[in-house]
Nanobody, 125 residues
Framework: QVQLVESGGGLVQAGGSLRLSCAASGRTFSNYTIAWFRQAPGKEREFVAAIRWSGDSTYYANSVRGRFTSSRDNAKNSVYLQMNRLKPEDTAVYYC??????????????????WGQGTQVTVSS
């Protein structure tokens, strides 16, 4: 089992920045690929970003590429999502998720076995 807890959400004006954190406990964190998903009211949960267990490879949704950056510190069992130039359409609950993978950066929700409870991000116009 892997337990994930997100933090860092909040209210920010358009153009601003936030940094989300995903803290993990349980099994060896460095064995897991970590992804970020988000869900806006009335919409399906969508892929945002993923980072390989080693931290040397990342993948982003087109809607956030160039604005969001994911990083990880395996020594601290943590993954981060730096979000810059935020837009109102980025408003959503953000979740981190874990999958025990050595290769690939999947974007499908069903690939991920463990999920956090989410953190709310609200971007005002």
């Amino acid at each position: 089992q892997v337990q994930l807890v997100e933090s860092g959400g909040g209210l920010v004006q358009a153009g601003g920045s936030l940094r989300l954190s995903c803290a993990a406990s349980g099994r060896t964190f460095s064995n897991y690929t970590i992804a970020w998903f988000r869900q806006a009211p009335g919409k399906e949960r969508e892929f945002v970003a993923a980072i390989r267990w080693s931290g040397d490879s990342t993948y982003y949704a087109n809607s956030v590429r160039g604005r969001f950056t994911s990083s990880r510190d395996n020594a601290k069992n943590s993954v981060y999502l730096q979000m810059n130039r935020l837009k109102p359409e980025d408003t959503a609950v953000y979740y981190c998720a874990a999958a025990q993978l050595r290769l690939g950066l999947p974007t499908q929700r069903l690939t991920y076995d463990y999920w956090g409870q989410g953190t709310q991000v609200t971007v005002s116009s």
